[in-house]
Structures are given as C-alpha cells and as structure tokens.
C-alpha cells in the first residue's frame, strides 16, 4: 500500500517568490493535514481538509493557503515567499480525521 | 491551553535500558495522544496513541501510560535499542470541532551501543 507521497522533496525559491506544494494521500483517505515544522517553533498546523472542505486553519497568514480535490489530493501555496518560510512541510492524511494520521517525508523548502 | 509541554529535550539511554519521555497537557478536552517516532529526512510515524479511558497501553516494547487526574502521559521505551535513535514526539487533539493535533516539542533519544 503506497504511503502519503509528497512532491517535490526539496526546492529553493527566491524571496517574493510564489510556491505551490503538492500532497497525495493515502488510497481511501479522505482527511488531509498539513503541518510545518521549523527547529525553533517544532511542528505547526497549517490546516485540514476532509471531502474537499477546509475544516480547521492554524495561526498563519493568509499568504498561507490550501485547497483539495476530489481525489483527496491536496496542495498547499505560499505566496510572497519569505526567508522564515523555510522549512519542512509536512502532509497527513488519515480514513477519519485526527485518528492515527500517516505523515509523508516532507518538502523541504528554502527560501533565500 | 493549547500547549504540550514534553520533557525532556534530549536523552541519552545505554543499550538494553528504559527510555521514559513525559507530556503534560492543560486542555481537558483533548481526547487522543498519539507519540510519534521520527528519523532524519523522514516524516514522523506512528507509533501508539491512547484515549483517556485506558490507563496504559503497551506494543511491543512501546508502553503509554496515561494519567488523566494529572493531565499527563508519558512514553517507555523498553530494552531500548541503537535502532531506537530518533526524535519523539508527543501529540494530542480533540475530536470536538479542531481536527488538529498539537505537538510537543520533541526529544531527540540517542541510544548507546
């Protein structure tokens, strides 16, 4: 059974810059998380998605936005990118929302 | 209220011995704790999650206890191995309305050969 897939695994934008991350969960599941996780602030919730609904968004700006399909796939954009934007980025997704979330490995991204 | 205070931030554990990582948490309407194992370049994985009607919970060598009065639950890791050596992380959400989990801060376990 393939695990949550996320790509791509790295990449380098330029402050200002626009970045578009992409999520694939799961067969089956239908509740997408994103998370960003930074050695100084740990792991963050960015937001969730359940059937093509964002239920929950965490404490980020609004440069901070997301979407899912109808597949259950889901992306996650940064506009405007900052260098505090670096970081690794994280997707979940879980058959019910919150129970026993299975993570990808992550985009990690650098902004410079 | 929102937070998970974990402890400690870092352990070092002899081959063989007991790993204990401890979480605190205020909100009592958390009703999920999930520990999560995470390696260099990896996604965090799952490893045991316990609701607050269970006291402990064991896999393997992976034991949660979990005492609800104290708001606090705590991770053991017995015959701790090499294999072992990972980031820990604590969790906890509540399944009234948030659909997040919030996180502790983690403890790097390293354990000696």
Redesign the interface.
């Known amino acids: 059974k393939a695990g949550v897939t996320q790509t791509p695994r790295y990449l380098i934008k330029t402050r200002g810059q626009q970045v578009t991350l992409s999520c694939s969960p799961i067969s089956g599941h239908r509740s997408v998380s994103w998370y960003q996780q930074t050695p100084g602030q740990g792991l963050q919730f960015l937001f969730e998605y359940f059937s093509e609904t964002q239920r929950n968004k965490g404490n980020f700006p609004g440069r901070f936005s997301g979407r899912q399909f109808s597949n259950s796939r889901s992306e996650m954009n940064v506009s405007t990118l900052e260098l505090g934007d670096s970081a690794l980025y994280l997707c979940a997704s879980s058959q019910q929302p919150l129970y026993g979330y299975t993570f990808g490995s992550g985009t990690r991204l650098t902004v410079v | 209220q929102q937070q998970v205070k974990q402890s400690p931030q870092s352990l070092i554990v002899q081959k063989g011995g007991i790993s204990i990582i401890n979480c605190a948490y205020e909100n009592t309407a958390f009703d999920?704790f999930?520990w999560?194992q995470q390696f260099p370049?990896?996604?965090?994985?799952?490893l045991i999650?316990i609701r607050p009607d269970v006291s402990e919970k064991k896999e393997g060598r992976f034991t949660i206890s979990f005492n609800k009065s104290a708001k606090q639950f705590s991770l053991h890791i017995m015959d701790s191995q090499p294999g072992d050596s990972a980031t820990y992380?604590c969790a906890a959400?509540s399944?009234s309305?948030?659909?997040?989990?919030?996180?502790?801060?983690?403890t790097r376990l390293k354990v000696l050969a």
């Open positions: 999920y999930p999560y370049g990896k996604g965090p994985a799952l999650a992380f959400s399944a309305g948030t659909y997040k989990y919030i996180f502790g801060t983690g």
